[in-house]
């Protein structure tokens, strides 16, 4: 099997501005979810994650040669691969599957293997709505897919004159699926299918092939490029609301222009953090580390939070359809749910997620190397 080529990265140092940027990117999400804003803020969040997970967990597969029938003990390094992936995401995820059941979450007791296996973005499509309190695990299933998926393909894409043509030939085939799927099927939900994300997690893995060159020599993206990218992408949006024909096209071209923009934030980032001081602030760390923790539990407060409003604000209650509208508007959802959110992303971390990332990492690849600490760790 032909070898990487000589761009094959690995990360060399620490890089605090990624850690930053997932606290950036879930916040967004959480607050479009709060909010319930007809300003689809949390998409740039979500495909700015998405993006990242290709950058990381592919230099990842590089870095410790995680291939299908590679050289040496392949089986083993594949094998401790699943289980770091495992022990990072399973636990805490059904910990919060746990607790939504003990709600009367009507999708969660109908469908229940669905969010076990989990391939609750399947379901999504399948039922063309998203389930109550639940609907962000889609994600979550699509990461998961992701990880089982990548080894294999990058595996493939090794077999090609160049990993980094192989990975354009990954972004266009998530564009024409799209296209092919909406003209074919329709619409609807497409884009939480894996072969529709394909583009946003191969842009994050093209940046890590080029990481090294860039690291060296004088790059060229600025802040005025990423908010030109960012902006192209909101009047993208902006102008498919203005009829049933743009939003078609939108389906199609919006992850796009979504990985296009993400990369360009994530390339501004690495080669010139001095841009984004910030994201290093502590806060920003402590909240990008619970990151998981916070996505996991924010749309299940509020389903629990209205349910409590209705409970102490019953009808009979003078003026109760007043209160119950100021109590569920935007702003005393955000600062009552906020420290509760935190308080609970916290707790998962120190009890549940830092002690488990103690144990997954006494598991180490049969090719050992020297571990450098990464934002979203491996």
């Known amino acids: 099997m032909p ?3 000589a761009t094959s990265p690995i990360t060399p140092t620490y890089q605090p501005e990624l850690m930053g940027v997932r606290a950036v990117a879930v916040g967004l999400v959480i607050l479009v979810h709060w909010t319930l804003s007809p300003w689809p803020f949390g998409s740039p969040g979500r495909m700015l994650f998405i993006t990242l997970s290709g950058y990381l967990i592919s230099g990842l597969i590089w870095k410790n040669d995680i291939y299908w029938g590679g050289a040496g003990a392949w089986g083993r390094r594949l094998g401790v691969f699943y289980l770091r992936r495992a022990l ?35 379901l ?18 699509l990461e998961e897919q992701f990880y089982l998926l990548w080894p294999l393909l990058l595996t493939l ?43 946003l ?3 994050g893995a093209l940046l890590r092939l080029q990481a090294p060159r860039l690291r060296t020599v004088a790059d060229n993206f600025s802040g005025k490029l990423v908010a ?6 909101a009047a993208g949006w902006y102008f498919s609301q203005l009829g049933p024909t743009g939003q078609l096209y939108w389906v199609v071209i919006g992850h796009s222009l979504g990985a296009l923009a993400s990369y360009c934030t994530l390339r501004w980032l690495l080669t010139a953090p001095r841009a984004a001081r ?14 998981y923790g916070l996505y996991l539990y924010h749309l299940l407060l509020p389903v629990f939070y209205q349910r409590l409003v209705y409970h102490l604000l ?13 109590w569920l508007s935007p702003l005393p959802t955000v600062v009552l749910l906020a420290p509760i959110l935190v308080g609970l992303s916290a707790a998962s971390w120190y009890w549940l997620e830092a002690p488990l990332d103690r144990l997954r990492r006494q598991f180490a690849y049969s090719r050992p190397v020297a571990e450098q600490p990464v934002a979203i760790a491996d």
């Open 228 to 233: 030109a990218a960012w902006l192209a992408w």
């Open 201 to 203: 997690f191969a842009a």
């Open 124 to 141: 999504c499509y399948r039922l063309q709505s998203w389930p109550e309190g639940l609907g962000h695990f889609w994600t979550m299933a």
């Open 157 to 199: 894409l090794r077999r090609l004159r160049t990993t980094q043509a192989g990975l354009w030939a990954v972004i266009g085939f998530a564009f024409l699926f799209r296209a092919g799927w909406v003209w074919a099927v329709g619409p609807g939900f497409v884009t939480v299918l894996l072969p529709a994300c394909l583009d």
């Open 3 to 5: 070898a990487l080529p």
């Open 88 to 122: 990072r995401l399973t636990p805490a995820y059904y910990v919060v599957l746990a607790l939504s059941a003990a709600l009367p979450l009507v999708t969660l007791h109908q469908y229940p293997l669905w969010f076990i296996l989990p391939a609750t973005n399947l």
């Open 314 to 326: 019953p009808a009979s209650l003078p003026n109760a359809a007043s209160l119950r509208h100021f």
């Open 278 to 291: 910030w994201l290093r602030h502590p806060l920003a760390q402590w909240l990008g580390e619970r990151s």
